[in-house]
């Protein structure tokens, strides 16, 4: 089993910056595919993105790429994603969650993949 606990949500204006964490407990962190969604009031569970166990392999929805990176580091059982020219669009609770990996190597968009997930992380981005 894995448990998970985010940090780093805050209020930001348009343009800032934040970076993300999730901690992962358990020596089995590294067998799993992370992934980072968000929820805004009122929608669905979105995906933004993902990455392989070993971070070889990443994967962001559209909206976010070239503004947000998601990285791990197997050491520290942590994975992070962080968010530049944040947009009030970003708005939402943010959540980690983890998908045991097998083969061949798939990174999830759907959340029901994810067997994982911590409590989330509220982010607010002012206009």
């Known amino acids: 089993q894995v448990q998970l606990v985010e940090s780093g949500g805050g209020l930001v204006q348009a343009g800032g910056s934040l970076r993300l964490s999730c901690a992962a407990s358990g020596r089995t962190f590294s067998r799993y595919t992370m992934g980072w969604f968000r929820q805004a009031p009122g929608a669905e569970r979105e995906f933004v993105a993902a990455?392989?166990?070993?971070?070889?392999?990443?994967y962001r929805t559209n909206s976010v790429k070239g503004r947000f990176t998601i990285s791990r580091d197997n050491a520290k059982n942590t994975v992070y994603l962080e968010m530049n020219s944040l947009k009030p669009e970003d708005t939402g609770v943010y959540y980690c969650a983890a998908d045991q990996q097998v083969l061949p190597i798939t990174l999830h968009r759907d959340y029901r993949e994810y067997d994982y997930w911590g409590q989330g992380t509220q982010v607010t981005v002012s206009s």
């Open positions: 990455i392989s166990s070993s971070g070889g392999i990443t």
